[in-house]
């Protein structure tokens, strides 16, 4: 036997109790409250993870009804009666209970959920200490990762230049798109396949882990065999068939945050990946789209705080798109530090008037030089504290890709 609370009007709490394999619910009056400290609350061995409150006096056959639909769904089932209404309790998987608002079905009068969302971005205190594996770079083990590398990959002389001096300055990773998504079609669309070959050569002449994005399912298993994480952008993040290939395969995620997304479908989309198998997933904000950009989008550095609050996921920050200017880059990387991120996403050309794509916010390799000392400065004054620092920071504006 045991007891809890019902969203019902009067009374307030009930009492659980199986007789002959039947479930009762007995109501319990304030009056009666003095009760409770002669119940057992031991709980049953399968607690319910979602309690449907019937309407009063609902026929056995509209309760049958709802009840059949319940389990075409997937859920497990037990009556409980009441003295004035009936209830039903539902095993299974909540996540999807959730999304059936079933609290609009006729006959239901009202529903509460009793488990947590089984959602596999949730907090987990062991799936936080767990790092990922980037290349030979590790990330997600309380130290700051940055990625820094153009936005295209033009041409391979070019493309080892820079890998070259942004490995000698301090960078984890390199990150150079083979394909890109462009809001005109007669911007440059990147080299395609023909980069992947320039990324493998730059992997093997720096030894830096390669960070690549993929536009389409069709290309995951091809890409993988280059990149060492494989990037969504922004664009795709709503790109479920690609999320879902994403899923299938055991290469890291890069998950980056659509410019006109909440943060609860920005999880959403994670969960494609994770719930397809693909533990691997890094989420980065890069901006999105608001009244108060001045351009295209503002960075929105007060997610960092809740994301650490609400998943175990690592969160990078991508300050290059969240600005579009290359001048306002450096104090936006610097307040993600401050904020927490676990990592951030740097553009960088030797020469970004020169550049195909995104030149505008590109740092050249001597800011990227100054940068970098700077923004391990803060990590090691923050300490262990880094990731869990809550202030929120106001960002400014982006630029046009991702």
């Known amino acids: ?240 068939s690609l999320l879902k290939e994403l899923g299938q395969v055991s290469t890291p995620v890069l998950l980056k945050r659509g410019f006109a997304s909440t943060i609860d479908e920005w999880l959403m989309a994670a969960e494609y990946i994770l719930s397809g198998g693909n533990s691997l997933v890094v989420l980065c904000e890069r901006g999105i789209r608001c009244g108060a950009a001045s351009r295209k989008v503002v960075l929105d550095l007060g997610a960092i705080s809740e994301l650490k609050q609400r998943t175990h996921l690592p969160v990078f920050v991508d300050p290059s798109h969240g600005s579009g200017e290359a001048y306002r880059v450096p104090s936006l990387a610097r307040a993600a530090v401050a904020a927490g991120a676990d990592g951030l996403l740097i553009e960088v050309h030797d020469q970004p008037w020169e550049a195909l794509s995104d030149g505008r916010q590109a740092l050249t390799l001597e800011q990227f030089d100054q940068l970098v000392p700077e923004l391990r400065r803060i990590r090691t004054a923050l300490g262990e504290s880094a990731t869990e620092y809550s202030e929120h920071v106001v960002g400014t504006s982006s630029g046009e890709e991702r």
């Open 1 to 240: 036997m045991r007891c809890g609370w019902l969203p019902d009007t009067s009374p307030s709490w009930y009492f659980y109790s199986h007789v002959d394999g039947r479930s009762y619910c007995t109501p319990l009056l304030l009056a009666d409250w003095s009760a409770l400290h002669e119940v057992s609350m031991e709980p049953k061995a399968i607690n319910p993870e979602m309690i449907v409150a019937l309407a009063p006096g609902l026929a056995a056959t509209r309760r049958r009804r709802i009840r059949e639909r319940l389990e075409t769904v997937g859920a497990t089932v037990s009556l409980v009666e009441g003295s004035e209404r009936h209830y039903f309790e539902l095993r299974g998987e909540i996540a999807a209970l959730q999304t059936l608002s079933i609290d609009s079905w006729p006959g239901v009068d009202k529903v509460m959920v009793l488990g947590e969302s089984s959602m596999h971005w949730a907090p987990d205190k062991a799936k936080s200490c767990a790092p990922i594996q980037v290349g030979s770079h590790t990330v997600g083990v309380g130290e700051l990762t940055i990625i820094a590398g153009p936005c295209a990959i033009e041409e391979e002389e070019r493309a080892l230049r820079i890998a070259e001096r942004v490995g000698t300055t301090g960078a984890d990773l390199f990150r150079g798109g083979a394909y890109k998504p462009r809001t005109s079609p007669y911007a440059f669309q990147g080299l395609g396949a023909d980069a992947l070959p320039i990324l493998e050569q730059v992997r093997n002449q720096t030894g830096l882990g390669i960070i690549t994005e993929v536009l389409d399912a069709r290309d995951v298993e091809r890409v993988s065999q280059v990149a060492d994480m494989l990037q969504v952008g922004s664009r795709n993040m709503h790109n479920y």
